[in-house]
């Protein structure tokens, strides 16, 4: 089946650590995503990368970092500069043409500071 | 940043009734999406509607575009008690073609059997 996997499903991060999620795709897409959703909220873009070794910020990008070494990849790293990290982590993907495509999300990972 | 609104923030209906959801965006779009989360999972694409487009329907589903308000409806008709769950559109902006998508705050739809 092809799709999007994200893990692990949960994840605890005690303060001053970095974590770091996973985001894999079997879509053969180009372009990759990471949102972050705070509760009862929509998805707010933290980066994006529409090629291998090459990505871009989107509007919440301090405190994360990201590397698309692969295309089947796009790992995002929470450091320990994000001060609020506790939220629920979205990765997703588009096809070429990806501005006029729907887009194909994994099923999340949820991050808890403890 | 957050493209727009949606509303109503919640909706609760009986099963068998339509249920319509209305959303608010700021910029000039290629495109306008509607997504569909079941808690605590991921989204699930349900209909994009592309900027010369008016009206789009997809099963139960119907989606208007008028983008003189800047303004995007989805009705969903004779709902069910498997449609609940939080309904979000999604804008992608013009000059763009890095997929990127502007989510609103969603609707949490609740649908009584």
């Known amino acids: 089946d092809g799709g999007i996997t994200q893990s692990p499903k949960y994840l605890f991060r005690k303060e001053g650590q970095n974590v770091t999620l996973s985001c894999e795709q079997n879509l053969n897409h180009d372009a990759m995503y990471w949102y972050r959703q705070d509760p009862g909220q929509g998805l707010r873009l933290i980066y994006y990368?529409?090629?291998?070794?090459?990505?871009q910020k989107g509007d919440i990008a301090e405190g994360y970092s990201v590397s698309r070494e692969k295309k089947e990849s796009f790992p995002l790293t929470v450091t320990s500069a994000q001060k609020n990290p506790t939220a629920f982590y979205l990765c997703?993907?588009?096809?070429?043409?990806?501005?006029?495509?729907?887009?194909?999300f994994g099923q999340g990972t949820r991050l808890t500071v403890v | 940043s957050q493209q727009g609104e949606e509303d109503p923030q919640a909706l609760s209906i009986q099963e068998g009734e339509n249920a319509t959801m209305n959303c608010s965006y700021k910029?000039?779009?290629?495109?306008l999406q509607w997504y569909r989360q079941n808690s605590g999972r991921g989204l699930v694409h349900l209909i994009l509607i592309r900027s010369n487009e008016r009206e789009k329907h997809s099963g139960r589903l119907r989606v208007t575009l008028d983008t003189s308000k800047k303004s995007s409806s989805l009705l969903i008709t004779a709902s069910r008690a498997a449609d609940t769950a939080s309904y979000f559109c999604a804008t992608a902006g013009m000059p763009s073609n890095t997929g990127k998508l502007i989510f609103g705050q969603g609707t949490t739809l609740q649908v009584k059997p």
């Open positions: 910029t000039s779009i290629n495109n």
């Open positions: 997703a993907s588009t096809p070429p043409a990806g501005w006029n495509t729907e887009a194909f």
């Open positions: 990368s529409q090629i291998v070794n090459d990505f």
